[in-house]
Each structure stands twice: as structure tokens, then as C-alpha cells.
């Protein structure tokens, strides 16, 4: 039903900046509370942000706050994720993720759609 494709991932020196893109092809998606979760290898998936439907409401993991901002387009179907001041801990892959309801999901099983993922790597 509804499809999401990742991109803007890469390799990154410390203290430089990569703006994730998913794109979303759900006829529904305006409304859909969107995420983005990463995980490292041997590590749990993770949520980073959250944005509500209408863009009003945003979340934000304490290690991400002040450096990365999530939005989004509904017009384009599309939400970002930009991140600043990357960190070698920052380093994972990063997923985008669909919420059928419109408000914030704070957990893996709140979230309905995935994307296949998008590799970050943040060098020292």
C-alpha cells in the first residue's frame, strides 16, 4: 500500500551535515505520522525523530536534539531528516518509517511502513 525510499545517505566527516529524504508513495501519507530510526551494527533500532502529520509536533532523541530537524513536505510526499554537527555515533542506518495515524509514534510497533534503509557513515 505504501512505499518508502530513503536517500541522502553517505559518508561524512565529523562536525559536517547529510539531509536524508524519504519518499513515500502512499495516496494517504499527508497524513501519516512520520519517523526515523537508525541502527547501528550490534546495536537496537532506535527511534530519532518523529513528525505528526500536519508537521505541528516533532520528537527528537536527547543525543539528536539541537543537531538534526525532521520535516516535511505533503505536498511532495516527502519528510527529511537534516543533520547537523555529525557525531561518529551518529554512524547507522537510517529508516524511514509510516505511522498510520496522525499523531507521533514513539515505538517500532506503532509504525505500519518502512523503507529498505540508507547507509550513514560519520568519520573522525
Known amino acids: 500500500q505504501v512505499q518508502l525510499v530513503e536517500s541522502g545517505g553517505g559518508l561524512v566527516q565529523a562536525g559536517g551535515s547529510l539531509r536524508l529524504s524519504c519518499a513515500a508513495s502512499g495516496r494517504t501519507f499527508s497524513r501519516y505520522a512520520m519517523g526515523w530510526f537508525r541502527q547501528a551494527p550490534g546495536k537496537e533500532r532506535e527511534l530519532v525523530a518523529a513528525i505528526s502529520w500536519s508537521g505541528g509536533n516533532t520528537y527528537y532523541t536527547n543525543s539528536v536534539k539541537g543537531r538534526f530537524t525532521i520535516s516535511r513536505d505533503n505536498a511532495k510526499n516527502t519528510v527529511y531528516l537534516q543533520m547537523n554537527s555529525l557525531k561518529p555515533e551518529d554512524t547507522a542506518v537510517y529508516y524511514c518509517?509510516?505511522?498510520?495515524?496522525?499523531?507521533?509514534?514513539?515505538?517500532?510497533?506503532?509504525?505500519?511502513?518502512w523503507g529498505q534503509g540508507t547507509q550513514v557513515t560519520v568519520s573522525s
Open positions: 518509517a509510516a505511522d498510520k495515524r496522525p499523531m507521533l509514534g514513539y515505538t517500532r510497533d506503532e509504525y505500519d511502513y
